[in-house]
């Protein structure tokens, strides 16, 4: 594999570059300003974002560059605005906490910028090497932020946690694609392995199949899939409230786009072969996510599960293997993400009065506050599903690609573990309505909190009724690919 | 037009939600108000109805997500269009029962309330599967809040198990209508009648709606959500509950499972008939020893929606029709009986039959009223309730004689528990000194209440118009419900 000069067409990363460097940039300027610039490094970082979303949305629709390593298509370029979004929104929301926290010495904002990055190369790899090195970039980010702050021990916990982990999964991934480069005589670039994995008779390589499933199963732990799920709740609870806004949706969403690839592209010959491992994935995640969040009492915590259980709807519409079912994860994910970050405005903005991560800080909201509580309950009942709210549009389109599918068993198994985990989201529900309020406080929100529950409120309670825009953007995304 | 009756008393809600604040009795007579119209308006719907036809009437069609073939579709027939009266019916005087008895939060009660009343509307109108399943789940949500915020004090395990239990049939469901409309190629109600599905793929989606229908029925022997939400939940949610919610699972079947699904349906008939007797007789001993007023009633809800799931799978004119009928009967009586606890329980605080006792003596007006529901549901000639029951029978002895006599036993027990029962409230010596100085029925209850006795009344007596309104619908569903589709798809 040789790159030629002229194979070099930089315009098709322009997002990441324009990341790159204006990540950079703000670094030195917040080395200069010292604390005096945390104000204008927000906002810079909330105009770049902007900016990207913008060159994304203008920029050239599909292609490679570097012999065929970096690839954008619509696809890629669908998760990347997400990507996007999740990466801002939270910043937007949590001005306050992070200036009340000590944590807005610039670096925040710019070492989240480079998780993104890594995101996005994630979702542009074309290559094992290229895609290992976007997921480090994304994960070592995220070690730092979930230990982002110092004085406060879950947080130290978190990031360590995080890290062994994640240096694990990432070894599996590692030994993975070493396999692979070992069964197919040296191919990286997943071109090579496709077409590798097309002859006929290859399937049959012990070595190669292994390889496959170790890069999954390292996927999956950057997904937090059952059984690599562990990680997620400790991680979750522990670190401060905007990461885990951020790592809830961001790194799904690059490492579905990267799944996205291995699954539809480039194993996509060798596809019975590892499609049970996937299968099993879901039933596990879902399994997970429904029994293991009825016993949490805290609500960061409980959102961990509720992510798992999510995630193993999102791996059916992967398993489904049609344009259907990569529509559906893409329409999933989106609903995930306002869902997601709509729920963690409002326990940001009761952190002002130190509340907000117990269940229990929520009792007899609705008798205080009755919006509050209204758009909260809308947030849960859209989470486990219930129409006319966006997440049921999501499971709609993921259960529909399964049955067409022919996977009625996996559906059928989805729709009960939804009804169970719909016990926990209640739960939220009842403590806020049924249950007497037993303090005065009241919670108000900063401007940017505001800005974050409406729109995923309108959002939310729009796609639940017509989601039509939504999936003529997916479909658009999804047509290259089947 | 339809969508005005249905999407009306949302639009009601928000205009409450935004323009009313804190004056309970605003919130009230808009709630009143918008009901009111909404029931004008279903009557139009009567009006403009052609009963000699079997078609969808009022249609509309609108394209919604085009790329999944999903169409915002509307229409009612002879079977819809009696239930959508009744919700339409039942909800006002729902709103003027809750007058008094719900004093906190009334704008959100009444917020919940029409929501509710647009939910069920849409679920008897809607002609797509999809927009059918959604509207059908969001009925959840409102009526979880109003027995949760509003119930009484057991009211969060009453709420919880109703949710669960029903979210965990209808999940199901979703797959069943998932299932159906990709085999058949569209989620149009109408057209998925008309196509042919093999015997096997039959089974398994009837399977897939039976356990959703037979939940919210509630079908023996999974009905045990049913007293506990009806006891905790305020009294217009157990007259809505009662009267209109359990009439949905019923719904089902008629709608889908017997025309679209009908060898399926026919080789459930041992099924459907063994649980519905179980239902009969079971909960109707169970009725019998029961010491609370409202679970009494609870269970002879189930006994008599066991009545009606046998008289719709004899698969006749008597019994189906008889089904309908009986449907409606028991929205009216069992809506009525709820209401008529609600009086007592306003000005007691108790429910239990043993506190109550010569009633008569101080509420003799409430003494009239509460009897000629209790011989309605007993099944009177001359009430509504016979003619019902009396379909039913004949309908199941023309399909099984056994049945027919196991299921007239539940006749003699139903009135065994109601009469027993009404002995024990109304005759006899006041033995709480509370009984001694209660107040009869006033005139909003009694403006409540005038309607519906005069429904059992004319339906008792001269049937004939209600009859007129499904009897083509009907005929046209066992003309689908005969032709063997298996048959049809083996000669492709």
């Known amino acids: 594999m040789s790159v030629e000069m002229q194979d070099i067409h930089l315009v098709y990363m322009m997002p990441e570059i324009l990341v790159a460097v204006m990540a950079m940039a703000l670094l030195l300027l917040s080395a200069w300003t010292h604390k005096g610039g945390a104000g204008v490094v927000h906002w810079l970082t909330v105009l770049t974002i902007v900016g990207v979303i913008l060159v994304i949305h203008v920029g050239e629709g599909t292609g490679t560059t570097f012999g065929g390593q970096f690839v954008t298509d619509a696809m890629s370029r669908y998760m990347k605005v997400l990507m996007c979004l999740g990466m801002i ?18 670096e925040y904002h710019v070492v989240s910028m480079f998780a993104m990055l890594g995101g996005m190369i994630l979702a542009s790899s074309g290559g094992f ?15 730092v932020l979930a230990a982002w702050r110092r004085d406060d021990v879950r947080s130290g916990e978190a990031g360590l946690k995080y890290f062994v982990l994640g240096s694990m999964a990432s070894g599996l991934l590692l030994y993975g694609i070493s396999m692979i480069y070992g069964a197919t005589g040296g191919a990286t670039g997943f071109k090579e392995v496709a077409a590798l994995l097309a002859t006929p008779g290859i399937h049959d390589n012990q070595l190669l199949v292994l390889g496959m499933v170790m890069v999954l199963a390292g996927m999956g732990f950057k997904v937090a899939a059952a059984p690599f799920h562990m990680w997620a709740p400790d991680v979750y609870q522990g670190a401060p409230t905007p990461v885990t806004a951020f790592m809830a949706v961001m790194p799904k969403v690059a490492a579905f786009a990267a799944l996205f690839r291995l699954v539809a592209d480039v194993f996509a010959p060798a596809h019975g072969q590892w499609v049970g491992v996937l299968q099993l994935f879901a039933i596990l995640s879902m399994a997970t996510g429904a029994f293991a969040g009825l016993v ?10 509720s992510s798992i259980g999510h995630v193993g709807y999102i791996l059916i519409g ?16 989106t609903i995930y993400l306002f869902m997601t970050v709509g729920v963690f405005a409002i326990i940001i903005s009761f952190d002002r009065q130190g509340l907000g991560e117990n269940i229990r800080d929520y009792q007899g909201l609705a008798h205080k506050q009755p919006l509050v509580a209204f758009v909260l309950a809308m947030f849960m009942f859209s989470m486990a599903g219930i129409p006319p709210l966006a997440g049921f549009i999501g499971k709609l389109n993921i259960f529909m690609a399964a049955v067409k599918a022919g996977l009625v068993p996996l559906a059928v198994l989805g729709v009960l573990f939804s009804a169970v985990s719909a016990f926990y989201y209640l739960r ?13 406080s009241r919670v108000t929100f900063s401007g940017g909190g505001f800005l974050v529950v409406t729109m995923s409120m309108v959002l939310i309670l729009m796609w639940g009724i017509l989601p039509g825009d939504l999936l003529t953007w997916t479909a658009s995304s999804v047509q290259t690919w089947h | 037009m339809l969508s005005l009756v249905t999407f009306l008393p949302l639009v009601g809600a928000l205009v409450i939600a935004i323009g009313v604040h804190r004056n309970p009795d605003r919130a009230r007579y808009a709630a009143l108000m918008v009901s009111l119209v909404t029931f004008v308006l279903s009557l139009l719907l009567l009006h403009g109805f052609d009963s000699d036809s079997h078609a969808f009437q009022f249609l509309e069609e609108r394209p919604w997500l085009p790329a999944f ?5 509307m229409g009612v027939d002879g ?11 039942l909800t006002p005087i729902c709103i003027l029962s809750s007058w008094e008895s719900v004093q906190k939060h009334v704008k959100e009660y009444m917020i919940a309330f029409l929501a509710l009343e647009t939910f069920v509307v849409g679920v008897f109108c809607a002609l797509d599967f999809i927009v059918f399943y959604i509207l059908w789940e969001a009925m959840l949500i409102p009526m979880f809040l109003i027995i949760g915020v509003w119930g009484g004090p057991n009211r969060i395990y009453a709420a919880m198990k109703f949710f669960l239990y029903t979210l965990a049939g209808s999940v199901l469901m979703l797959i069943a209508v998932l299932a159906l409309g990709i085999e058949g190629g569209t989620f149009s109600i109408p057209k998925l009648m008309e196509h042919p599905f093999s015997l096997s793929f039959q089974m398994w989606v009837f399977l897939g709606f039976f356990v959703s229908f037979s939940v919210k029925v509630p079908m023996w022997p999974v009905h045990t959500w049913l007293p506990d939400a009806h006891v905790e939940a305020p009294t217009a949610g157990s007259v809505i509950l009662a ?5 949905m699972g019923a719904y089902g079947f008629l709608r889908f499972s017997i025309p679209m699904l009908p060898d399926a349906s026919r080789e459930f008939v041992p099924l459907i008939f063994g649980l519905s007797l179980m239902a009969i007789v079971y909960t109707a001993l169970v009725a019998l020893m029961q010491k609370d007023l409202k679970k009494l009633i609870a269970y002879s809800s189930v006994s008599h929606m066991g009545f009606v799931t046998m008289g719709l799978f004899t698969f006749n004119q008597q019994g189906v029709e008889g089904g309908i009928l009986q449907m409606i009967n028991h929205g009216i009586v069992a809506g009525a009986l709820f209401l008529l606890v609600g009086v007592v329980y306003d000005r007691l605080h108790t429910r239990e039959i043993v506190k109550f006792g010569g009633l008569v003596q101080r509420m003799p007006i409430y003494a009239f009223i509460f009897m000629v529901f209790t011989m309605a549901s007993v099944g009177l000639p001359g009430t509504n309730g016979f003619v019902g029951e009396f379909l039913i029978l004949l309908g199941a002895f023309l399909a099984s004689k056994a049945v027919a006599v196991v299921a007239a036993s539940g006749v003699v027990l139903g009135a065994a528990y109601m009469l027993w029962m009404y002995k024990r409230v109304v005759f006899g010596e006041i033995r709480n000194p509370e009984v001694s100085v209660l107040a009869d029925v006033n005139r909003r209850e009694l403006v409540a209440f005038a309607p519906l006795i005069a429904l059992v009344l004319w339906i008792g007596f001269y049937p004939k118009p209600f009859l007129d309104i499904f009897h083509t619908s009907v005929q046209h569903l066992l003309e689908q419900a005969k032709v063997v589709k298996v048959g049809a798809l083996a000669l492709k």
């Open chain 1, 89 to 106: 929104i939270p910043v937007i929301m949590s001005r306050d906490y992070i200036r009340a926290h000590a944590m807005d010495g610039g």
């Open chain 1, 129 to 143: 090497v290229i895609l290992y090195l976007g997921l480090e970039l994304m994960s070592l980010s995220f070690y």
């Open chain 1, 296 to 305: 949490q009492t805290d609500l960061k915590r409980l959102l961990a599960y």
């Open chain 1, 318 to 333: 992967l398993v489904s293997n049609s344009a259907a079912g990569m529509q559906g994860v893409m329409v999933y994910l």
């Open chain 1, 428 to 440: 939220v529900v009842k403590v806020m309505y049924f249950d007497p309020a037993d303090r005065e």
């Open chain 2, 69 to 73: 073939g999903l169409h915002y579709r």
């Open chain 2, 79 to 89: 079977i819809s269009l009696p239930f959508v009266l009744l919700t339409t019916f």
């Open chain 2, 243 to 247: 009267g209109i919610l359990l009439k």
